[in-house]
C-alpha cells in the first residue's frame, strides 16, 4: 500500500532543496534567503513553487515523493529551485514559466530542463473539487470551485458554448 514519505525523507527532500539553492548561490554569486519547504501538497502534481504577494514557499507532494523519491529528489527538487531562483533574480520582470531563465538555471543545476513528470500515478490519493450546478436557456452545467469562487468575486462571467446564455448559479434547491 501506498504510503506519504515520512520524517527522513522529508528531511532528504529539505536537504536537497538546500543544496539546489547553495548551488544556485555559487552559480550567481550571491545569496539567497531559506525559503520554507512543505509536504502539503495533493493531486497529480509533485511539486510546486508558490507566491502570494511578500511570501513564497516550496510545497511537494509526499505521495508522488512515496512513490517515486529517488526520481522526484533528482528531477522534481531542482525544477522547483530554479523557480524560486529565476523570481529572485528576475523579481521585477516577467518571465516564462519554463523560459530561457529558468533552462538557464536548470542546466546550471546539471538538471534535465525538458523534465515532465509522467509516471504512473493512478494509486496516489487525489483531490476532488466540489462542482457547482449553473443553468443556462438550455441546459444545466456543472462548474469547477475554482469557476464557481470567481463569479462569487465578480471576476469572471461563463457563457454556455451552445445557446451563448450567461450561466447563472442554480442555488442549492433551486
Not at 531542482?78 to 542546466?107: C, N, S
Not at 468575486?153 to 461563463?158: F, L, Q
Amino acid at each position: 500500500m501506498l504510503e506519504p514519505i515520512g520524517e527522513l525523507q522529508r528531511e532528504q527532500v529539505r536537504d536537497a532543496t538546500e543544496g539546489y539553492i547553495a548551488h544556485a548561490e555559487s552559480l550567481f554569486d550571491r545569496s539567497f534567503e531559506p525559503i520554507p519547504v512543505l509536504f502539503d501538497l495533493a493531486g497529480s502534481t509533485a511539486g510546486m513553487f508558490k507566491v502570494v504577494g511578500r511570501t513564497h514557499c516550496i510545497r511537494y507532494n509526499p505521495w508522488i515523493f512515496g512513490k517515486y523519491f529517488e526520481e522526484n529528489l533528482r528531477d522534481t527538487v531542482p525544477h522547483e529551485v530554479a523557480h524560486y531562483v529565476v523570481h529572485q533574480l528576475y523579481r521585477r520582470r516577467r518571465v516564462r514559466p519554463h523560459g530561457p531563465e529558468w533552462q538557464a538555471v536548470m542546466a546550471g543545476f546539471g538538471a534535465d530542463p525538458a523534465v515532465t513528470f509522467d509516471l504512473d500515478i493512478s494509486d496516489v490519493p487525489q483531490r476532488r473539487e466540489r462542482r457547482h450546478r449553473y443553468l443556462c436557456a438550455c441546459r444545466e452545467h456543472q462548474i469547477s470551485s475554482t469557476r464557481h469562487n470567481r463569479v462569487l468575486r465578480k471576476k469572471a462571467t461563463y457563457q454556455c458554448r451552445r445557446c451563448q446564455g450567461d450561466l447563472v448559479f442554480a442555488h442549492q434547491g433551486g
